[in-house]
């Protein structure tokens, strides 16, 4: 079969492919990828040109698939799924024991023939800040500080269901101004990453370990006040969740955008304390 790892070389093709498609990744989001998991990217080439590719995030016992593209000309030749299969191979042997991804209602099929599983709904919102909404949001959190961070991976851990530690790790280092934390008694009760992207500001992972929609609100409000005025915010959260919604609808500027099925091959992700994830880390990241 014509894989290969992916290398750094491979970015603008990836990118190509990726505006092709009207997706809105940039280089920031692949190289952020390829230097966290740098073995777990593959490149379907043959003839000299590159026909697709997959992107994967290697966490402790589990692995998210990020972009799966096959270019218009090529599609319909199995190279998806050859390079999905030898993607799963590699993890396989690695003993990542969970691999989940964020499926569309066409992927989802291709997905399920090779082993996936539907478990929750999911969407993401897109919100656009106001200047008038930014100046009734309250600052009651405070900025997340590079000591904070083990017990920030263990809150994500506990969410998610397993140590992503890497990753948290570097999304704060690259924005460290858009992370904020809540403490309840002295103790970190949640936190909330923001980012800047080429289109605006991502928001995720949005944890709120006591669940409480006060303490919720305060977290995202203080992210959004990190943000310039006239931003576009993107976020995304599980469809039955019992609060993140609402909260959402209290921003005015905010609309639901796309729906995806989150699909996990082997151990649920999740799984656990789900009402406490109000954003997950987005839907390349998991
Ligand atoms: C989805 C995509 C990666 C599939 O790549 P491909 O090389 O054309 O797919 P393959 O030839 O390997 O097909 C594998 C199987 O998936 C099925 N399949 C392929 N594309 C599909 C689609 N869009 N919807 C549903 N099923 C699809 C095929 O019928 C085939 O089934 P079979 O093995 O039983 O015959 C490709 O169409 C693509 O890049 N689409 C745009 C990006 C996208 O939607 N990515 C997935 C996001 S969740």
């Not at 009207?22 to 043959?46: A, F, K, V």
């Not at 959190?141 to 017990?151: H, I, R, S, Y």
């Not at 909330?192 to 991502?202: A, L």
């Not at 082997?266 to 998991?286: I, N």
Request: hydrophobic share 35%; aromatic share 8%.
């Amino acid at each position: 079969m014509p894989v290969r790892n992916m290398e750094l070389r491979d970015v603008d093709m990836a990118i190509e492919l990726i505006n092709k498609e009207g997706w809105g990744h940039t280089r920031i989001d692949i190289d952020r990828i390829l230097s966290l998991s740098p073995e777990s990217n593959l490149i379907w080439e043959s003839d000299g040109v590159t026909r697709g590719f997959v992107t994967s995030l290697v966490y402790e016992n589990s692995a998210m698939v990020g972009h799966v593209l096959v270019s218009k000309e090529s599609r319909g030749h199995q190279i998806g799924k050859g390079l999905l299969k030898s993607l799963f191979d590699k993890l396989d042997s690695k003993g990542i024991d969970s691999i989940i991804l964020y499926a569309t209602e066409d992927g989802a099929r291709l997905y399920r023939g090779l082993g996936f599983k539907e478990t929750n709904d999911l969407f993401s919102a897109g919100l656009w800040i106001r200047e008038s909404v930014k100046k009734t949001l309250e600052q009651e959190c405070a900025k997340v500080q590079e000591a904070d961070l083990d017990e920030l991976v263990d809150m994500d851990a506990k969410t998610y269901g397993d140590s992503r530690s890497d990753l948290i790790r570097r999304l704060y280092r690259d924005f460290p101004e858009h992370c904020f934390k809540l403490e309840r008694s002295g103790k970190s009760t949640g936190f909330v990453y923001g980012r800047r992207t080429p289109i605006g500001f991502d928001i995720g992972p949005w944890i709120c370990m006591s669940g409480s929609e006060k303490d919720a609100t305060s977290l995202l409000s203080s992210v959004i006040r990190s943000f310039p005025s006239g931003g576009r915010v993107d976020l995304s959260l599980f469809c039955d969740h019992p609060l993140a919604g609402k909260i959402l609808s209290e921003f005015r500027q905010y609309k639901p955008l796309e729906r995806v099925k989150l699909m996990v091959r082997g151990e649920p992700m999740y799984s656990h304390d789900r009402d406490k994830v109000f954003g997950t880390a987005g839907f390349e990241l998991g």
